[in-house]
């Protein structure tokens, strides 16, 4: 794998923020170049670190999900102020294979701005048939009908979690600071078959959290990240992965953590090292 290239945001699905967002996500099984490798996996819109999704406290957000894969799954909001259930983030809702599915996100005016993350979340266990029009009604399939169940850590491994942001955090800063430069920074891991294909489980193969695996940012293995002496900038951290966690810590400099999992903190603190588990999310 190609290291040392210049660190990269992951993509930004919707740049325009407004009160009735529309989003499609089609998740596909995906050939993606991960540090200069060719790697087998699955994506969300083409990407090893799904598009960065960014919402605003108040607004209607109408998200399409596409599923072009072989198997079932459906999308979890991690965090959200939302409602649990029917069509918003109901964590057993299974979108069969060919099906497509609408959520709708009704956020508080006053939710907490900060990073939170989303995912695949396949957990039901009946599926309706490849009718669209019924597709997330969590109903037994026909009796003709071949359930595929998906597996909520294969897809999450093999690419399908990126980060949601709400609002801009920058506000919680002093006023000198609300237009410095942020950054989305996503912790993954990797590992590869013989055949370059993200590593899953099945009857033959599991995948191991205590294996050697390839720790990447956005995608890229070690990258450079340039700042100038003396700037400010604000990284919105998550750990996008399914199972390892992650102990970070830059040598010389300290962070200055304002978020905790998409909720501003009481008290900033400082310190030398992060120590972030799967689904955390930190604002520095």
């Known amino acids: 794998m190609t290291s040392g290239q210049p660190f990269a945001d992951p993509p930004v699905l919707d740049t325009v923020t407004s009160p009735n967002m529309t989003i499609t996500l089609n998740a596909h099984d995906t050939r993606f170049e991960v540090a200069g490798k060719q790697v087998w996996g699955q994506s969300y819109n083409g990407s090893f670190i799904a598009p960065t999704l960014h919402l605003v406290p108040g607004e209607h957000a109408t998200i399409t999900l596409v599923n072009n894969l072989s198997v079932a799954t459906d999308l979890h909001f991690h965090g959200l102020h939302v409602s649990p259930s029917n069509d918003s983030d109901d964590s057993f809702l299974c979108i069969a294979p060919g099906s497509t599915f609408q959520y709708h996100l009704n956020l508080p005016a006053d939710h907490p701005v900060g990073t939170y993350w989303y995912h695949s979340h396949a957990m039901g266990t009946t599926c309706p048939s490849n009718d669209s029009s019924m597709a997330g009604m969590d109903m037994p399939p026909s009796p003709s009908a071949s359930f595929s169940p998906g597996d909520v850590e294969n897809q999450i491994f093999a690419g399908l979690s990126g980060a949601l942001v709400v609002g801009d955090d920058r506000a919680l800063l002093p ?8 950054h989305a920074v996503n912790l993954k891991d990797v590992q590869l078959d013989k055949t370059g294909h993200i590593v899953q489980n099945s009857d033959t193969t599991s995948i191991d959290s205590n294996a050697s695996t ?3 940012v956005n995608g890229q293995l070690l990258p450079a990240l340039t700042i100038k002496p003396g700037e400010t900038q604000l990284w919105r951290l998550a750990n996008v992965g399914a199972d390892i966690w992650y102990h ?37």
Request: no cysteine; charged share 15%.
């Open 175 to 182: 006023s000198a600071l609300h237009d410095i430069t942020t």
């Open 214 to 216: 390839v720790r990447l």
């Open 248 to 284: 970070l810590q830059l040598d010389g400099y300290r962070f200055t953590v304002i978020g905790q999992d998409g909720v501003p903190v009481s008290k900033v603190t400082t310190t030398d090292t992060l120590l972030l588990p799967p689904a955390n999310a930190t604002t520095y």
